[in-house]
């Protein structure tokens, strides 16, 4: 699957071996010690409430949350479609492998930025050749924000270009680890997480120090009508409903 030329470092290190490791370094490791916000009690519920029929994951790591999903659906899938959107060819690769070893097909992967329009289209019903953008029951961006770089004000612009593909009812979630660790913040990193942050910010596969919660709730509500955010130890965890126009 070919990806964009141009692609950021933050997209550019996903190479095959840094996804072999990514489950035990980022999901177990990581989210445990340094990010305080644990993958199996915290994150992965927090998908497996929130995602809907027809899903739309973008910035898949390694597909490990849709896949948690799948493996618990049973005879009666709670998941019934599932697109999965990101800029490295090999994360959609080795997530849609995951979801499909599971007896899951009907898979979808869109090489894409979040801060650009996606490529998410479908037919009008009854108006042959006229498409509308794609719509989905639930879209999940979990871990993304973090990895964009620059001020929060340019990438939080994401939330306007993605709603258009929620469903009137649906729900928009995610969660992203937060950069500010200044006196009076809402998070003081620990060690293990300044020297992350520190090395990630470094070498561009993080942008998040100046990301705060404040700055992810005005944008949220700016576009949709009803929004929760929460912060588990250094993660902002949200929801957002009822999109904006």
Not at 171 to 178: D, K, N, Q, R, Y
Not at 202 to 217: R, T
Request: charged share 20%.
């Amino acid at each position: 699957m070919a990806a964009p030329t141009s692609q950021p470092p933050s997209s550019r290190i996903y190479k095959p071996l840094i996804l072999d490791i990514y489950d035990l370094w980022v999901l177990k490791l990581s989210n445990t010690r340094a990010w305080q916000c644990p993958t199996t009690t915290v994150q992965q519920p927090f998908f497996q409430t929130n995602i809907g029929a027809r899903h739309l994951d973008i910035g898949v790591g390694t597909g490990y949350y849709p896949a948690s999903v799948v493996a618990d659906n049973g005879k009666d899938r709670k998941v019934k479609a599932l697109t999965l959107v990101d800029l490295n060819g090999n994360a959609l690769e080795k997530a849609k492998a995951r979801v499909n070893k599971l007896g899951f097909e009907n898979v979808k992967c869109v090489v894409g930025d979040v801060l650009k329009e996606l490529d998410l289209w479908e037919e009008r019903e009854g108006d042959e050749g006229t498409k509308t953008p794609a719509e989905f029951d639930s879209i999940s961006l979990m871990y993304l924000f973090h990895c964009l770089s620059g001020p929060p004000a340019s990438k939080l612009s994401a939330f306007s270009l993605v709603k258009k593909h929620l469903a009137p009812t649906g729900v928009l979630f995610g969660t992203t680890i937060l950069g500010l660790s200044t006196e009076g913040a809402e998070v003081k990193h620990n060690l293990f997480g300044k020297a992350l942050m520190w090395l990630y910010n470094g070498l561009g596969v993080f942008g998040n120090y100046e990301d705060g919660k404040e700055d992810f709730e005005v944008a949220l509500r700016e576009n949709f009508g009803k929004v929760e955010v929460e912060v588990v130890g250094k993660v902002l965890m949200f929801r957002a409903w009822a999109p904006i126009y």
